[in-house]
């Protein structure tokens, strides 16, 4: 099975774009939740510095090390994003925007200087090579493995690791993260290992996705999963199915078309996100406008139901509790006021006796519901 | 070579108008994104450039610059519009419409520009060369093009000033005042586009970010009013602009929008340093000085507050009982008091025991302090 | 809307107005009319919907059912007629603008398009700061002024709408004592000027001393009128519930401390 896997170059790619979508919705999930998305795209960017500096210096792209201090410099923009915030002269959307540009530019002008030297063009920085994954192999164990494979499988199981041994820390640093600093559970220390194994998984996916498109793998299935469920665990299983899906759909449809697979994969997530925004169960717009709209119906009648008890026995009673008034003094349009009428008698609530309008028992209880909901008044 | 030679060569002359004019449209453009906190709506947009930059070319056929940035337009402004709509009709929060939106935008662009390589168009070559931007290819006739758009922009801002202010200061009392808020919150947004079409071809969709951020927060620590600001911004964008480009044709081989990022961003760096107000080291400064007057203040009232309580206005205080008190040493302060001429150190009398000499407030010291106290009161009030 | 006046006796009418908020209801079935000339306060407790029924008279929010008419004529047709001081808290005090410039704001809707303030307009606005005492700080950057300063700057900048009706958004929120002084002062110079005011208030022991009219809401309205009438531990019980022992209280001991601190002072 596994020499079939590893002569299988569709089932490799696939394979590579499913790890990089698990690896990166595992850390994802806690950075959209906690509002800080836009994170993962700064520090995607600034990795093309990390792994630049770290080529120069070890002269290795890949391996553990390099993946470590290519990593640092994620953690560095996001450390120099925190510390301009905290001068309190720039907002933090404006700092983020601020400091991945310097360094991803340093990065730029090191590869313009050591071109000779250092292997990846700007192309890749951005878009990745997946579908060259398998060129680039290593022997283990007597089988010739991709390298992206290994490394994505490793960070993969990395992230696993971390979001498995702290889900309660992390979950409660996500949601509540006083209180997780009042029971000394340090959601600052907590926040910046995510933050280390996002760069970590930005710099093991660069070579299959790059830069931009890593982005899409941290934030599209996670943002998919947070608009189909509101538990914790449901949406990193729903970020992980998405994330296959789009491999395995982003691949067929990339070979068929005959364009970037890594492009594909990342056009595929955002497939799903727009499925789930239509049609999602709870949070999808139709179910939203359909909510909305039986609330909406619902609330003209209540509203009617209101006016009719405030007025009801009142010395205006005779100008209010007509029809007329629904349009003089409520300002709905005649048609308007003619179906919610129809409904309200429709459900017993209120009585039309010629031009005038009665609440029944039923609407009048409505009412008083409405403004006293436990009853306590008597009147 | 010198700056004059360089300034003739035709090439360096269109990378720095280039350049100027990208730091003018989006110093002037990137301040109110700045302001409305849209800073990084300017990153989604121009990352979402890159599919219409595509579909510009399929649709021309050409490389035909004017299609290319018509494209570029459109999915931009179209992108903020969907980032709107995941917002505000889903739970999905600003950070992650900004991040979705980037990336599958960005995604769509690569795989078009993928399929437009598999088209095997030979004049196709250099189109991912937005990425990164390609100022050196700039020729006069898209300087035409950018300098159309860059004056279609700020004959905008200057139409709409008052308005695009208010709505950005306070779109509340702007909708009270019947403005149609909605509509110039749309039109200042979908503007930023415009600015990054005028970058696409200086420093790429990537770095476009910076280019709206930085001038703008640059410029807002020297500045108080917006008219300030806009001015400045686009005087530092031009400068920064021309000095990267300047930079790179001088290095022969960096890359301009790098150059031009770097730039800026020093001057970022810079002004939240030495800004007069909102800079660091005045910050620092003012700090000192505040502390300074504080601890005078103390051990003026304090000597005050002795002699009232013991109604004698030459009450002689022990400098121990200071130091006591203020749980520092005090005698730096007296001095200085006492430079002042508030404060006298003068003899005890020979009758009484304790220290030989004690301080004793000075008639101008006991209407300083009483000045102080008047004013901590009128504070508390 | 027709052009024929509807209760033009009244500053304002609102009629049988709800609204809600992501289709949820806050405000049901309001009535609640004021007479010109008057300071009126509409006090209720925390989510009773006062800033939304200021919002909606305004058109900030919109309505589902019900209207509004300002001396007999919607809002539209007397957007001119119209001063507002919004919340302090709704906008950033950070942006870079001076106190002179806020109040320049408040003659934009008159100028119009293209139409940019000139030496009348500065002229104008700095009167207006001159009232609300702070022409001193006219040229100071809005960020520096305390929280009370910048109230004023607002009051200021619904002072130049030279409007007949004035709304305020709890403007007595978070400022010092000299400043409500201060602000109390000229709302009360503008009703003996014949004009409306109408504030967002929530204090509820200076409700008596300040003001002479007075509307209590709880997502419905409990009672308006004349201060005097309406001020009563009934109402004030049926708008707060529970909350009223607290408030008795409140009041009971900010009255000794008062009187602490009168003995001290004496």
Same mark, same amino acid.
């Given at each position: 099975?596994?020499?079939?896997?590893?002569?299988?170059?569709?089932?490799?790619?696939?394979?590579?774009?499913?790890?990089?979508?698990?690896?990166?919705?595992?850390?994802?999930?806690?950075?959209?939740?906690?509002?800080? +998305?836009?994170?993962?795209?700064?520090?995607?960017?600034?990795?093309?510095?990390?792994?630049?500096?770290?080529?120069?210096?070890?002269?290795?792209? +890949?391996?553990?090390?390099?993946?470590?201090?290519?990593?640092?410099? $994620?953690?560095?923009?996001?450390?120099?994003?925190?510390?301009?915030?905290?001068?309190?002269?720039?907002?933090?959307?404006?700092?983020?925007?601020?400091?991945?540009?310097?360094?991803?530019?340093?990065?730029?002008?090191?590869?313009?200087?050591?071109?000779?030297?250092?292997?990846?063009?700007?192309?890749?920085?951005?878009?990745?090579?997946?579908?060259?994954?398998?060129?680039?192999?290593?022997?283990?164990?007597?089988?010739?493995?991709?390298?992206?494979?290994?490394?994505?499988?490793?960070?993969?199981?990395?992230?696993? %690791?971390?979001?498995?041994?702290?889900?309660?820390?992390?979950?409660?640093?996500?949601?509540?993260?006083?209180?997780?600093?009042?029971?000394?559970?340090?959601?600052?220390?907590?926040?910046?290992?995510?933050?280390?194994?996002? =760069?970590?998984?930005?710099?093991?996916?660069?070579?299959?996705?790059?830069?931009?498109?890593?982005?899409?793998?941290?934030?599209?299935?996670?943002?998919?999963?947070?608009?189909?469920?509101?538990?914790?665990?449901?949406?990193?299983?729903?970020?992980?199915?998405?994330?296959?899906?789009?491999?395995? #759909?982003?691949?067929?449809?990339?070979?068929?078309?005959?364009?970037?697979?890594?492009?594909?994969?990342?056009?595929?997530?955002?497939?799903?996100?727009?499925?789930?925004?239509?049609?999602?169960?709870?949070?999808?717009?139709?179910?939203?406008?359909?909510?909305?709209?039986?609330?909406?119906?619902?609330?003209?009648?209540?509203?009617?139901?209101?006016?009719?008890?405030?007025?009801?026995?009142?010395?205006?009673?005779?100008?209010?509790?007509?029809?007329?008034?629904?349009?003089?003094?409520?300002?709905?349009?005649?048609?308007?006021?003619?179906?919610?009428?129809?409904?309200?008698?429709?459900?017993?609530?209120?009585?039309?006796?010629?031009?005038?309008?009665?609440?029944?028992?039923?609407?009048?209880?409505?009412?008083?519901?409405?403004?006293?909901?436990?009853?306590?008044?008597?009147? | 070579?010198?700056?004059?030679?360089?300034?003739?060569?035709?090439?360096?002359?269109?990378?720095?108008?280039?350049?100027?004019?990208?730091?003018?449209?989006?110093?002037?453009?990137?301040?109110?994104?700045?302001?409305?906190?849209?800073?990084?709506?300017?990153?989604?947009? +121009?990352?979402?450039?890159?599919?219409?930059?595509?579909?510009?070319?399929?649709?021309?056929?050409?490389?035909?610059?004017?299609?290319?940035?018509?494209?570029?337009?459109?999915?931009?402004?179209?992108?903020?519009?969907?980032?709107?709509?995941?917002?505000?009709? =889903?739970?999905?929060?600003?950070?992650?419409?900004?991040?979705?939106?980037?990336?599958?935008?960005?995604?769509?662009?690569?795989?078009?520009?993928?399929?437009?390589?598999?088209?095997?168009?030979?004049?196709?070559?250099?189109?991912?060369?937005?990425?990164? &931007?390609?100022?050196?290819?700039?020729?006069?006739?898209?300087?035409?093009?950018?300098?159309?758009?860059?004056?279609?922009?700020?004959?905008?801002?200057?139409?709409?000033?008052?308005?695009?202010?208010?709505? +950005?200061?306070?779109?509340?009392?702007?909708? #009270?005042?019947?403005?149609?808020?909605?509509?110039?919150?749309?039109?200042?947004?979908?503007?930023?586009?415009?600015?990054?079409?005028?970058?696409?071809?200086?420093?790429?969709?990537?770095?476009?970010?910076?280019?709206?951020?930085?001038?703008?927060?640059?410029?807002?620590?020297?500045?108080?009013?917006?008219?300030?600001?806009?001015?400045?911004?686009?005087?530092?964008?031009?400068?920064?602009?021309?000095?990267?480009?300047?930079?790179?044709?001088?290095?022969?081989?960096?890359?301009?929008?790098?150059?031009?990022?770097?730039?800026?961003? =020093?001057?970022?760096?810079?002004?939240?340093?030495?800004?007069?107000?909102?800079?660091?080291?005045?910050?620092?400064?003012?700090?000192?000085?505040?502390?300074?007057?504080?601890?005078?203040?103390?051990?003026?009232?304090?000597?005050?507050?002795?002699?009232?309580?013991?109604?004698?206005?030459?009450?002689?205080?022990?400098?121990?009982?200071?130091?006591?008190?203020?749980?520092?040493?005090?005698?730096?302060?007296?001095?200085?008091?006492?430079?002042?001429?508030? %404060?006298?150190?003068?003899?005890?009398?020979?009758?009484?025991?304790?220290?030989?000499?004690?301080?004793?407030?000075?008639?101008?010291?006991?209407?300083?302090?009483?000045?102080?106290?008047?004013?901590?009161?009128?504070?508390?009030? | 809307?027709?052009?024929?006046?509807?209760?033009?006796?009244?500053?304002?009418?609102?009629?049988?107005?709800?609204?809600?908020?992501?289709?949820?209801?806050?405000?049901?079935?309001?009535?609640?009319?004021?007479?010109? &000339?008057?300071?009126?306060?509409?006090?209720?407790?925390?989510?009773?919907?006062?800033?939304?029924?200021?919002?909606?008279?305004?058109?900030?929010?919109?309505?589902?059912?019900?209207?509004?008419?300002?001396?007999?004529?919607?809002?539209?047709?007397?957007?001119?007629?119209?001063?507002?001081?919004?919340?302090?808290?709704?906008?950033?005090?950070?942006?870079?603008?001076?106190?002179?410039?806020?109040?320049?704001?408040?003659?934009? $809707?008159?100028?119009?398009?293209?139409?940019?303030? &000139?030496?009348?307009?500065?002229?104008?606005?700095?009167?207006?700061?001159?009232?609300?005492?702070? %022409?001193?700080?006219?040229?100071?950057?809005?960020?520096?002024?305390?929280?009370?300063?910048?109230?004023?700057?607002?009051?200021?900048?619904?002072?130049?709408?030279?409007?007949?009706?004035?709304?305020?958004?709890?403007?007595?929120?978070?400022?010092? %004592?000299?400043?409500?002084?201060?602000?109390?002062?000229?709302?009360?110079?503008?009703?003996?000027?014949?004009?409306?005011?109408?504030?967002?208030?929530?204090?509820?022991?200076?409700?008596?001393?300040?003001?002479?009219?007075?509307?209590?809401?709880?997502?419905?309205?409990?009672?308006?009128?004349?201060?005097?009438?309406?001020?009563?531990?009934?109402?004030?019980?049926?708008?707060?519930?529970?909350?009223?022992?607290?408030?008795?209280?409140?009041?009971?001991? =900010?009255?000794?401390?008062?009187?602490?601190?009168?003995?001290?002072?004496?």
């Amino acid at each position: 099975m596994l020499t079939a896997l590893l002569d299988n170059v569709a089932l490799q790619i696939m394979l590579v774009g499913a790890l990089v979508g698990i690896a990166s919705t595992l850390v994802g999930t806690f950075l959209v939740l906690r509002g800080t +998305s836009m994170l993962s795209d700064a520090i995607g960017h600034s990795i093309v510095f990390g792994i630049v500096i770290v080529w120069l210096i070890t002269h290795q792209q +890949s391996g553990p090390v390099q993946i470590l201090g290519a990593a640092l410099a $994620g953690v560095l923009t996001v450390f120099l994003t925190e510390l301009l915030v905290s001068t309190r002269r720039v907002k933090k959307d404006a700092a983020i925007g601020l400091v991945f540009p310097v360094l991803f530019s340093i990065g730029v002008l090191l590869l313009n200087l050591y071109a000779r030297d250092v292997h990846i063009d700007t192309h890749t920085v951005l878009l990745g090579e997946i579908g060259f994954v398998w060129l680039d192999t290593v022997t283990l164990g007597g089988y010739r493995v991709p390298r992206s494979l290994l490394s994505m499988g490793a960070m993969t199981l990395l992230n696993g %690791a971390f979001v498995v041994l702290f889900y309660k820390e992390l979950k409660l640093a996500t949601f509540d993260e006083a209180l997780a600093r009042a029971l000394g559970l340090a959601p600052g220390l907590l926040f910046y290992g995510l933050l280390l194994l996002t =760069s970590g998984t930005a710099v093991a996916a660069f070579d299959a996705v790059g830069a931009v498109l890593f982005v899409a793998f941290v934030i599209v299935p996670a943002s998919t999963a947070f608009l189909l469920t509101d538990r914790l665990w449901l949406m990193f299983l729903y970020g992980i199915a998405v994330s296959i899906a789009s491999s395995v #759909s982003g691949y067929a449809v990339a070979v068929a078309w005959n364009v970037s697979i890594g492009g594909m994969m990342a056009v595929m997530t955002g497939v799903f996100l727009m499925l789930a925004f239509l049609a999602g169960p709870r949070y999808g717009l139709v179910a939203q406008l359909l909510r909305r709209r039986g609330q909406r119906r619902h609330n003209e009648i209540r509203t009617l139901a209101v006016h009719l008890y405030n007025h009801e026995g009142g010395p205006e009673q005779g100008e209010e509790n007509v029809i007329r008034a629904l349009g003089e003094h409520l300002r709905w349009d005649a048609a308007k006021a003619a179906q919610v009428v129809q409904r309200s008698s429709d459900q017993r609530l209120v009585v039309r006796e010629g031009e005038a309008l009665r609440l029944t028992s039923q609407g009048r209880e409505m009412a008083r519901e409405i403004f006293d909901p436990s009853g306590r008044r008597s009147s | 070579m010198s700056v004059v030679e360089l300034l003739s060569d035709y090439t360096i002359q269109n990378v720095v108008a280039g350049a100027a004019l990208l730091g003018l449209v989006s110093g002037v453009l990137g301040s109110f994104a700045v302001l409305r906190q849209q800073s990084l709506l300017g990153d989604t947009m +121009s990352h979402a450039a890159l599919p219409g930059v595509c579909l510009g070319f399929i649709i021309a056929g050409t490389r035909d610059i004017g299609s290319i940035l018509l494209g570029a337009l459109a999915t931009g402004a179209l992108a903020a519009l969907v980032m709107l709509l995941l917002t505000r009709m =889903s739970r999905l929060k600003t950070d992650a419409g900004l991040g979705i939106t980037l990336s599958v935008f960005f995604a769509m662009g690569v795989v078009l520009l993928t399929h437009i390589q598999g088209m095997n168009n030979a004049s196709q070559g250099g189109l991912d060369a937005f990425l990164f &931007g390609q100022a050196a290819a700039t020729l006069r006739s898209d300087l035409w093009i950018m300098g159309g758009i860059t004056a279609v922009a700020l004959a905008l801002v200057a139409a709409l000033w008052k308005e695009f202010k208010l709505v +950005s200061f306070d779109p509340e009392f702007a909708t #009270s005042l019947g403005m149609p808020v909605a509509w110039l919150e749309v039109l200042l947004t979908v503007m930023v586009a415009l600015a990054v079409v005028v970058g696409l071809q200086m420093v790429g969709v990537v770095l476009m970010a910076a280019m709206i951020i930085a001038p703008a927060v640059a410029a807002r620590q020297w500045s108080r009013r917006l008219e300030d600001m806009v001015l400045l911004a686009a005087l530092i964008g031009v400068v920064s602009g021309i000095f990267g480009a300047l930079l790179s044709a001088l290095s022969r081989g960096l890359a301009t929008g790098p150059l031009i990022i770097l730039s800026v961003s =020093s001057v970022v760096l810079v002004s939240m340093t030495l800004a007069p107000e909102r800079g660091f080291l005045w910050e620092a400064f003012r700090r000192m000085r505040a502390r300074h007057r504080l601890r005078h203040q103390q051990v003026l009232t304090t000597l005050y507050r002795l002699a009232a309580h013991h109604a004698d206005p030459i009450y002689r205080t022990e400098q121990g009982m200071l130091d006591t008190y203020h749980g520092l040493r005090t005698r730096a302060v007296l001095r200085q008091l006492e430079r002042r001429g508030l %404060a006298e150190w003068r003899d005890t009398p020979p009758d009484e025991p304790g220290p030989p000499r004690r301080w004793v407030l000075t008639p101008a010291g006991i209407t300083e302090a009483e000045r102080v106290l008047e004013s901590l009161g009128r504070e508390n009030a | 809307m027709s052009t024929t006046l509807h209760e033009p006796d009244l500053a304002l009418h609102v009629e049988d107005l709800t609204v809600s908020y992501h289709s949820k209801p806050v405000l049901w079935d309001i009535d609640f009319d004021v007479p010109p &000339g008057v300071m009126a306060a509409i006090i209720g407790p925390n989510g009773a919907g006062k800033s939304t029924l200021i919002k909606s008279v305004l058109g900030l929010v919109p309505a589902v059912a019900g209207h509004v008419t300002l001396h007999g004529r919607p809002y539209k047709a007397q957007r001119r007629r119209v001063g507002y001081v919004p919340q302090r808290s709704s906008v950033d005090w950070d942006f870079p603008t001076t106190a002179l410039d806020v109040v320049t704001m408040g003659l934009y $809707g008159r100028l119009g398009w293209l139409r940019r303030p &000139g030496r009348r307009e500065r002229d104008e606005a700095m009167a207006a700061l001159e009232l609300v005492g702070m %022409a001193d700080f006219a040229r100071r950057q809005i960020s520096q002024l305390s929280g009370g300063q910048q109230q004023r700057v607002f009051l200021a900048r619904a002072l130049v709408q030279k409007a007949d009706v004035y709304f305020l958004d709890e403007p007595m929120a978070g400022v010092d %004592a000299t400043t409500e002084r201060a602000i109390v002062d000229i709302l009360r110079r503008l009703r003996d000027e014949g004009k409306t005011v109408i504030v967002v208030h929530h204090d509820l022991q200076t409700v008596r001393s300040y003001f002479d009219w007075l509307l209590i809401l709880n997502v419905r309205v409990i009672a308006q009128g004349p201060v005097a009438e309406v001020y009563t531990a009934d109402h004030l019980r049926q708008a707060y519930g529970g909350q009223i022992a607290l408030l008795d209280q409140d009041t009971f001991l =900010s009255e000794e401390a008062a009187a602490e601190a009168a003995v001290r002072a004496g």
